[in-house]
């Protein structure tokens, strides 16, 4: 099954589907192709793509395509194996797993066909292949209009997160690993990623892999200004886990709640109000990905 969001990445998808079909056809006796309209659209047929009939899943789109295929294609008994071709703005998915974001190139991969089977997270009846956000950086994402996206990146997330930085105000947050409290205090952020690459960053979470079945958490617990000017080298330089304003760790599931209203970030799409529980369903997904992955 191919199943293309025609909207991804300023109209491109359209542009690759006969090169996809060929390719696709090499491999398989029959193609069938399902366009998007709307939100929901991907995860349905990605969920209809598990009745056994089918090998392989091709996406193409941008990390909310990709996300929507995860949840149709998770806990699912007979899944196909996931391609995909990132035509996003920031493609964190394809970035952790090196997969090229020149479509073509993408595209070439099914030629070769290694799969690697990576972790995924679950919230509720949700999953999830990045990141969880919880607090300024997390409201910011909502505030980043599709021009400045366009014109800026992943830069317009930082943009809006210093912006949102300026109106500080901590929440208490605890959080509990299985039965062990690991974190009970003010924090001002959040995050527990899945995949080295956050906001488009590849070195957020240098520890993670794919397939590490864990999450890794990182709380900004404190911020003052002259500090703060140490944070953005250290989001680059992949030091963030022994920044001294962040409290760092490791975890196969999660329970988070706060005092404060807050609502969790899924993959970039606002999710549920806290409390939330969260877990890794470990190598859950098959993904097409570079031999040297
Ligand atoms: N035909 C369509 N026209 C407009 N929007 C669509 C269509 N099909 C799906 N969508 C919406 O597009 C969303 C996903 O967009 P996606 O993230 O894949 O691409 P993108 O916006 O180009 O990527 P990015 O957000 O990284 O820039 C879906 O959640 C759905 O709501």
Do not use: W
């Amino acid at each position: 099954m191919l199943i293309i969001n025609p909207s991804s990445g300023k109209e491109k998808a359209m542009r690759y589907e006969e090169q996809a079909v060929a390719l696709l056809g090499k491999r398989h006796e029959q193609v069938v192709v399902k366009y998007t309209e709307k939100e929901g659209d991907a995860t349905g047929f990605a969920a209809s793509a598990c009745d056994g009939t089918y090998k392989t899943l091709l996406a193409m789109g941008g990390d909310g395509t990709i996300n929507e295929c995860i949840n149709g294609l998770a806990e699912k008994e007979q899944q196909p194996n996931f391609a995909f071709v990132p035509l996003g703005t920031v493609n964190d998915f394809a970035r952790a797993l090196q997969i090229p974001r020149k479509p073509e190139q993408a595209l070439a991969l099914l030629e070769d066909y290694h799969t690697k089977a990576v972790d995924i997270g679950k919230l509720g009846d949700r999953y999830f292949m990045n990141v969880l956000a919880v607090g300024v950086i997390a409201e910011a994402v909502y505030d980043v209009t599709p021009e400045e996206k366009s014109k800026y990146g992943h830069f317009a997330y930082l943009m809006e997160g210093a912006k949102a930085f300026r109106d500080k105000t901590p929440f208490h947050i605890s959080v509990h690993t299985g039965e062990k409290e690991a974190y009970d205090n003010k924090a001002y952020m959040m995050l527990v990623a899945l995949t080295n690459s956050v906001a488009g960053f590849e070195k957020f979470a240098k520890q993670a892999e794919v397939d590490d079945h864990l999450f890794h958490v990182f709380i900004l617990n404190e911020l003052s200004i002259p500090k703060a000017a140490k944070l953005i080298p250290d989001i680059f330089k992949g030091n963030l886990a022994s920044n001294e304003q962040v409290t760092y760790f490791q975890a196969k599931e999660l329970s988070v709640a706060s005092d404060t209203e807050l609502v969790v970030n899924i993959d970039g799409d606002e999710g549920e109000p806290l409390p939330f529980e969260a877990k890794v369903l470990p190598e859950e997904i098959r993904v097409v990905v570079p031999k040297e992955v």
